[in-house]
């Protein structure tokens, strides 16, 4: 199993920058990826950014460049630094982790930490 632990998030004005944490940890060699997914009330839950094991990330095409999702091995850690905040980026900011073992694929999540961006 993997145990995901999210931190950074908070309140912030339009504009501004914030960086969200997750600690990975547990089976750490059977993820194959990580990502970033947000959720606003009401609407379902969407990807933001991805980052495999190799370093590949993607984006969401919606964010026009404003995150940035990296790693730290050491620390099996992901970040995700969000500048040039808006409004619409308000929501509960999801860590995933994709796995593969001998029963399969197998998504892990973190229990969420909310981003408020105030206009």
């Known amino acids: 199993q993997v145990q995901l632990v999210e931190s950074g998030g908070g309140l912030v004005q339009a504009g501004g920058s914030l960086r969200l944490s997750c600690a990975a940890s547990?089976?750490?060699?059977?993820?194959?990826?990580m990502g970033w997914y947000r959720q606003a009330p009401g609407k379902q839950r969407d990807l933001v950014a991805t980052?495999?094991?190799?370093?590949?990330?993607s984006y969401a095409d919606s964010l026009e460049g404003r995150f940035t999702i990296s790693r730290d091995n050491a620390k099996n850690t992901v970040y995700l630094q969000m500048n040039s905040l808006k409004s619409e980026d308000t929501a509960v900011y999801y860590c995933?982790?994709?796995?593969?073992?001998?029963?399969?694929?197998?998504?892990?999540w973190g229990q969420g930490t909310q981003v408020t961006v105030s206009s």
């Open positions: 980052i495999t094991s190799a370093g590949t990330t």
């Open positions: 547990g089976s750490i060699r059977s993820i194959n990826a």
């Open positions: 995933n982790a994709h796995t593969w073992s001998a029963r399969g694929p197998l998504d892990y």
